[in-house]
C-alpha cells in the first residue's frame, strides 16, 4: 500500500507541517532554527526506527564537515523544546554507542487536520488490456484535473507568494585582543551600533543587545551559540586598539555548517569610530545577498557625522548600560549630549537611563521629568527612531500615562509590524490597562519575532494575572544571576504555594541586587520565615523611600500592597493599593481575583477602590478595542 506525502504530523500534543516550517503547540507557533526543523522532520519521518548517527548527519548536513557536536546540541536544543512525552519519557531516545529513536507515536494528517488516508494501488483484473489502459488514462486526467484545480485554488485573484522568511543574525560582542581594562567598553557598543542601523531591515531580524551581551568576553561555541540565540547567522569579530588606531576583524558564520560566508578587516583612526557601524552594517548586507527597498537602501547610507569625542562618550555610557550601572551610564551620557547635542541616540538612551534610574534605583523624581524632556528630543532630532519611541513609551506607563503610550506603539508598529520589543512593550501597556489576553498575545508575537526576548529583562505578567502560574514559570528564562528574574521566579512559586522554595528564590535575589522589587521578595520571605514584623519593617521603610523620592510605578507599589496584605496590614495594604491605582495601574480584572489581596476583602473600604480600577479599565477597554 503506497502512502500519500502528508500535509502534516501530530505526536503528542505537537503538530508538525514540514511544508511551512511550522510547529505548533496549541495555538503557539514554537521557534526552531532551519536546521533543528529539518533533524525534527528527519525524526518524525522515521519514528520508531533506530538512526544511527552517521546517517543522521548525512541527511541533515549532506557535503559538509560537521563535527558530531552539531547534532549532540541540536538534539538537546529539541528535546528541551519539545519536554517530555506523554508517558514522562524523552521524545528522542538515545541508543548507546549507535544513534537515536523518534519514540512517540506519530499520526500523519492531510491539509484539513483529518488522518491521511492511504492511496490504493491498481489492482490486477481479467479486464482486456485496453479497457484497463482506457481505466488509467481517465485515472491521470482526474488527477491532473484536481491538480490544476488545486493551483487555481490556491492562486487566487489579488494573492502574492509569502515572502520568505527572513535571515535571523546575532552579532556578538568584540573580543578585546589586547584586553586593556581602557577600551574594553568598545566590545559590546560596537557591537551595539551594528544591530541598531540593522534594526530597521525587514529582509533581516537580528537580535537585540540585551540579547548577546551575555557572551561579552566568552568563548564561543558556534552551535551553542546559535541554538540558544535562534539564529541561523553570526557575526563574530576582535579589535586591537594602539593609540589612535584601531583594527577590527570580523567574520559572518552560517550556524548550521559553521562555514565563513565572509570575513573582513577595517582598519581606521580612532576619530573615525562613528563610521564603523555604517561600514560594518553595508558589509553584512551584501554577505547575505538582501535585497533592501529604496527606504531602507537610504537607513543604510552613511549617517551624519558624531563628533569624536561625544561618540567615545556615548559608547562608554551605552557599555555602562548593558550592565546596569545607571548612574555611571548618565554621566558619560550628559557628556556626550554636551559635546554633541544632535546624536539622536545618545539622547534616546540617557532618557531610558534616568527612567531606569527612578525605576529601579530610586533616584528621584526629577529624572523622569529628564527622560520625557531627552526622549522628545531624540524624536525631534529623529521622528523615526524607534529606540525613543519605545522608551518613551515606557517611560508614559510607568508614570501612569498609559492611555498615550498605546497610540504612540499602535502606530510605530503600522511601519514596523514585526518589532518585538514594540510588540512587547505594547503588550505591557495593555497588562496595565488590564486587557490580559491581549496583553499575553501581544508578549507571545514578540517572542515569536525575536524569542531572546525572554532573557532580555521582559516578564510575562499576563499569565501570572491570568492565573495560569505554571505557564507564568516557564515563560521566565533559566537565570540564575539575576535578582530580577530570580524574584519573579519566587513570586511565581509563592502564588503556587511553595513557599520554602519561594522564599529561597526571593533571599537570593535581595542578596543579589537591592530594589523595589526585592525589597519586597525580602518582605514576603520574612513572612514565610515567620517574622511578621521584619517584613513590615522593609515594606514601611521602602514604601517611605519611594514616597521622598516621588519614584516608582503602579504595578511595583502593587505589588508592595500585595505584601501588605499577605503581612495582615489591612490599612497600609488599602493605602499602597490606592496608590497603585492613582499612579496609572488598573488591571481591574486580576485585582477583583487576586488571591493575595485576601486579608483585604474584609474591609468595606476595599470595593471604593476596586470601582475606581474597573472605571478606567472600562474606558481604556471601550477606548482601544
Known sequence: MVLKTPDAYRFGPFRLEPGEHRLTLGEETLPLAPKSFELLVYFVENSGRLLLKDEIMQAIWPNSFVEEANLTVAISGLRKLLGKSEDGGQYIETVPKKGYRFTAPVQPLSSAGSPAHPVLPVRQSNQPHGQRLRYLLVLLVGLVLAAALLIVRTRRPGATPAAPAPHTLAVLPLKNVKNDADSDFLGFSLADAVITKLGSLHSLAVRPSSAVEKYRGRLLNIPAVASDLQVDTLLTGNFIRDHDTLRITYQLIDAASQKILDNDTLDLKYDRLFTVQDEVAQWIVKGLQLHLSPGEAALMRSAEPVVPLAYEYYLRGIDLVSRHQFPLAIGMLERSAAIDPNHALTWAYLGYCYTSDAAFELGGREQYSKARDAEQHALALDPNQLEATMFLANLLIDTGQVEQAVPLLRKALQNNPEHAGLRWELGYAYRFGGMLQESAAECERARRIDPSVRGNGAVLN??????????????????????????????????????????????????????????????????????????????????????????????????????????????????????SIQAGFFSYPYMIRDPLLANLRRDPRLPRLLKLAEARHQEFRRRFF
Open 462 to 579: 499576563a499569565y501570572l494575572y491570568l492565573g495560569e502560574y505554571e505557564k507564568f514559570l516557564q515563560s521566565l528564562p533559566d537565570i540564575n544571576d539575576s535578582g530580577f528574574f530570580l524574584f519573579y521566579r519566587g513570586f511565581g512559586k509563592y502564588h503556587k504555594q511553595e513557599f520554602d522554595s519561594a522564599a529561597e528564590d526571593f533571599e537570593r535575589a535581595y542578596q543579589l541586587h537591592s530594589s523595589l522589587y526585592t525589597q519586597v521578595g525580602l518582605a514576603l520571605a520574612d513572612g514565610i520565615r515567620n517574622k511578621r514584623r521584619e517584613g513590615l519593617q522593609v515594606l514601611h521603610e521602602l514604601e517611605e523611600k519611594m514616597q521622598q523620592r516621588r519614584v516608582g510605578d503602579g504595578e511595583g507599589t502593587y505589588k508592595i500592597a500585595q505584601a501588605y496584605a499577605v503581612l495582615g496590614d489591612v490599612p497600609s495594604g488599602l493605602r499602597a493599593l490606592r496608590d
